[in-house]
C-alpha cells in the first residue's frame, strides 16, 4: 500500500503512503494498495489505485484528480495496469484482483473485467475478452494495441487493431503460453520496445516476442517477475519488479 521512489544511484525512500487505500477494512484485502503506474507526457502520475477501486492522477500541485471510478453507475473492481496513448487517453484494465475474494466477493459490481479508455473525462468500454484483463501496450506506431490475461487456464495475449477514433477492433491471439507456464502462475505486465518487440511477464521472467510472435527469448530473475519498465539516460536499461526485490537490465 505504498509507491516507492527509486533513484539510479540507489536511494529508495516512501513516495506515497496509503496509495490504494486507507478504509477501516483494510485488513480484509490481499492486494488493497495501488497497482499500474505511469507518466503522461506532462510528467503526472497516473495510479490504478485497487482499493478505492479507482484511477487517479498526481498533478503538479500535489493534488489529486480522480479519473474513472465507475462504469455506468457501477463501481469499477480494481483498476490493474494502464498505459497513455500519445493523445493523452488513458487505458486501463479493470480485473476484480483487489477485491478480497477476487471474482466471489459481494462487493463486486461489475459482472465482467473489462479494459476502458478514459478521454476527455468520458470512460469507454473497449472490450471483455479477457477473465484477467491484465497488462497493456500500444505498438510504437499505436495502430495495434496489445493486453495479456491472467488466467492459469488461458495465458494469451491478443492483438487489436486501433480504430482512428481510439477504440479496438477484433483482436486475435498473438501468443499462447498456456503451455509454457505451469501451475497457477499467468501474465502479468507488459511492454513493447521501439522495434515493435512485445515483453510479457509470465513465471520463470519476461517472454519476449518480435511483433509477428516468434518467441525471441527468455529473460529470467530470482524472483518472479510481474512487471518492468524502461528507464536509465538513454532508455535502454530494463527495470524489474519482482514481488519483494527490484532488479535492472542493460539492454
Given at each position: 500500500?505504498?509507491?516507492?521512489?527509486?533513484?539510479?544511484?540507489?536511494?529508495?525512500?516512501?513516495f506515497?503512503?496509503?496509495?490504494?487505500?486507507?478504509?477501516?477494512?483494510?485488513?480484509?484485502?490481499?492486494?488493497?494498495?495501488?497497482?499500474?503506474?505511469?507518466?503522461?507526457?506532462?510528467?503526472?502520475?497516473?495510479?490504478?489505485?485497487?482499493?478505492?477501486?479507482?484511477?487517479?492522477?498526481?498533478?503538479?500541485?500535489?493534488?489529486?484528480?480522480?479519473?474513472?471510478?465507475?462504469?455506468?453507475?457501477?463501481?469499477?473492481?480494481?483498476?490493474?495496469?494502464?498505459?497513455?496513448?500519445s493523445?493523452?487517453?488513458?487505458?486501463?484494465?479493470d480485473?476484480?484482483?483487489?477485491?478480497?475474494?477476487?471474482?466471489?466477493?459481494?462487493?463486486?459490481?461489475?459482472?465482467?473485467?473489462?479494459?476502458?479508455?478514459?478521454?476527455?473525462?468520458?470512460?469507454?468500454?473497449?472490450?471483455?475478452?479477457?477473465?484477467?484483463?491484465?497488462?497493456?501496450?500500444f505498438?510504437?506506431?499505436?495502430?495495434?494495441?496489445?493486453?495479456?490475461?491472467w488466467?492459469?487456464?488461458a495465458?494469451?495475449?491478443?492483438?487489436?487493431?486501433?480504430?482512428?477514433?481510439?477504440?479496438?477492433?477484433?483482436?486475435t491471439?498473438?501468443?499462447?503460453?498456456?503451455?509454457?507456464i505451469?501451475?497457477?502462475?499467468?501474465?502479468?505486465?507488459?511492454?513493447?520496445?521501439?522495434?515493435?518487440?512485445?515483453?510479457?511477464?509470465?513465471?520463470?521472467?519476461?517472454?519476449?516476442?518480435?511483433?509477428?510472435?516468434?518467441?525471441?527469448?527468455?529473460?529470467?530473475?530470482?524472483?518472479?517477475?510481474?512487471?518492468?519498465?524502461?528507464?536509465?539516460?538513454?532508455?535502454?536499461?530494463?527495470?524489474?519488479t519482482?514481488?519483494?526485490?527490484?532488479?535492472?537490465?542493460?539492454?
Open positions: 500500500n505504498t509507491i516507492y521512489k527509486y533513484t539510479e544511484a540507489g536511494m529508495l525512500s516512501v506515497r503512503d496509503k496509495s490504494g487505500y486507507d478504509a477501516a477494512d483494510i485488513a480484509e484485502y490481499g492486494q488493497p494498495g495501488s497497482n499500474g503506474l505511469t507518466f503522461d507526457r506532462q510528467g503526472r502520475l497516473t495510479i490504478n489505485e485497487h482499493g478505492r477501486h479507482r484511477v487517479s492522477r498526481l498533478e503538479a500541485n500535489g493534488r489529486v484528480t480522480v479519473l474513472a471510478d465507475n462504469y455506468q453507475g457501477k463501481r469499477l473492481n480494481s483498476p490493474n495496469d494502464l498505459v497513455v496513448k493523445d493523452g487517453a488513458v487505458y486501463f484494465t480485473p476484480p484482483f483487489g477485491l478480497p475474494k477476487f471474482y466471489d466477493d459481494p462487493r463486486k459490481e461489475l459482472a465482467f473485467s473489462g479494459v476502458y479508455r478514459v478521454k476527455n473525462g468520458k470512460l469507454t468500454l473497449l472490450t471483455t475478452d479477457f477473465k484477467g484483463p491484465n497488462g497493456l501496450a505498438s510504437p506506431d499505436e495502430k495495434y494495441f496489445y493486453l495479456d490475461n488466467d492459469p487456464r495465458k494469451l495475449v491478443k492483438r487489436y487493431p486501433v480504430r482512428s477514433d481510439g477504440t479496438l477492433g477484433v483482436g491471439v498473438f501468443a499462447d503460453l498456456t503451455s509454457l505451469p501451475g497457477d502462475e499467468a501474465l502479468d505486465g507488459l511492454k513493447v520496445d521501439v522495434q515493435g518487440n512485445v515483453y510479457v511477464s509470465g513465471a520463470p521472467g519476461i517472454w519476449i516476442f518480435d511483433s509477428s510472435g516468434t518467441l525471441l527469448g527468455n529473460v529470467q530473475a530470482p524472483k518472479p517477475i510481474h512487471n518492468f519498465a524502461w528507464g536509465g539516460a538513454d532508455g535502454r536499461t530494463l527495470y524489474l519482482a514481488r519483494s526485490s527490484l532488479y535492472r537490465l542493460p539492454l
